[in-house]
């Protein structure tokens, strides 16, 4: 005969009912869950090049692009699907990128990781200008 005591019904419910819990800790992370893609599959059209500023950036969130121009007018543009978990950047503060999802931060003039947890910096995009439209994604 056993010596270890049986599970009681009040242990048996109690690991039922964190058991969902547990799982939506693990999906919350994954990559790609907004369903939007991580990086353009062909040059997206942005809109006017005067609508980034010297010195600035401007959050394309529906295109889940950034774009930056330096002092001397060159421009950079990255990916805002943040490298952690996955989730599309929704704010722009200045030229830093924030993560909803576990606040994760990141400069987006170029990309680099300010806080993490995300340790792998943004994946930069290319980015040109053509009839006066930021246009950003491969081979742009």
């Not at 400069?107 to 947890?117: D, F, I, N, S």
């Not at 930069?124 to 930021?134: C, D, F, M, R």
């Amino acid at each position: 005969m056993s010596t270890r005591p049986s599970a009681t019904r009040r242990t048996v419910l109690r690991g039922a009912a964190l058991a969902p819990v547990a799982g939506l800790a693990v999906t919350a992370c994954s990559p790609g869950e907004s369903g939007a893609p991580a990086l353009p599959t062909a040059p997206v059209d942005l809109g006017a090049e005067n609508e980034v500023p010297k010195g600035g950036a401007k959050l394309y969130e529906d295109q889940n692009v950034v774009v930056s121009r330096a002092a001397d007018g060159s421009l950079k543009a990255y990916s805002t699907i943040c490298t952690h978990g996955g989730c599309p950047i929704n704010k722009l503060s200045g030229t830093t990128l924030v993560c909803p999802c576990h606040h994760s931060r990141f400069e987006a003039t170029t990309g680099k990781v300010l806080q993490t947890p995300a340790t792998v910096p943004l994946t930069e995009l290319s980015v040109a200008v053509k009839n006066g439209k930021i246009m950003a994604g491969p081979a742009a």
